[in-house]
């Protein structure tokens, strides 16, 4: 009878294990899944700033400072950051494009440029993408960030050498409260 009891537990366990193996198995590659696809925002983005720079540099030339310090950020090589560094360059290309757009905002004849207008356009574009794809990045990293911190799931993600992943968030920077003159 114990033997039963033994087994029937065992058994429990074994099923249990199984079980969330494949669930860790299919939040990884769910996370995988949605970086990817922000990832290929980030890119677009990534690609798009050069045309972006040079179309400022023509009307701000006493900007160069500002403009030459985004083409050093832009000068490194995109495929071969890792995702976490892909996140920080994120972050500080979001800064440089808020500066050039501060830029465009004192010269009217750069805004009322079709290169400009268009490049914007696309930015704007992207930028929702990436928006979006951060809050189902982030979505997914919260369900498998869950299961690899909640119990029992935990001691199993333990087993299986699974970690937390870190959230795609937005620096300090983003949360000020953007400021409006009339």
């Known amino acids: 009878m114990i033997l039963y009891i033994v ?8 099923i249990y294990g199984i079980i969330s193996y494949n669930s860790f198995v ?3 590659n769910k996370v995988k899944e949605a970086f990817s696809t922000l990832d290929v925002y980030l890119k677009k983005r990534w690609d798009l700033i050069p045309n972006l720079v040079e179309v ?6 006493h900007e160069k400072e500002t403009l030459e310090d985004i083409v050093k950020l832009r000068s490194s090589s995109y495929d071969s950051m890792s995702d976490s560094d892909k996140i920080k ?4 290309l979001t800064n440089g494009i ?4 501060a830029i465009a905002e004192s010269y009217p004849e750069l805004k009322a440029s079709e290169n400009y207008k268009e490049l914007s356009s696309q930015l704007v574009k992207i930028e929702d993408d990436i928006a979006n ?21 935990n001691i199993i993600a333990k087993i299986l050498g699974y970690s937390s992943k870190d959230m795609f968030e937005v620096d300090s920077n983003e949360r000020e409260s953007v400021k409006v003159e009339l």
């Open 7 to 14: 087994l029937g537990v065992v058994a429990l366990l074994l």
């Open 89 to 92: 360059a994120d972050e500080k």
């Open 56 to 61: 400022v540099k023509g009307y701000a030339k």
């Open 98 to 101: 808020n500066k050039i757009m």
């Open 133 to 153: 794809s951060r809050k189902y990045y982030n979505g997914v990293v919260r369900m498998f960030n869950n299961k690899v911190e909640m119990f029992p799931s």
């Open 26 to 28: 299919s939040l990884n």
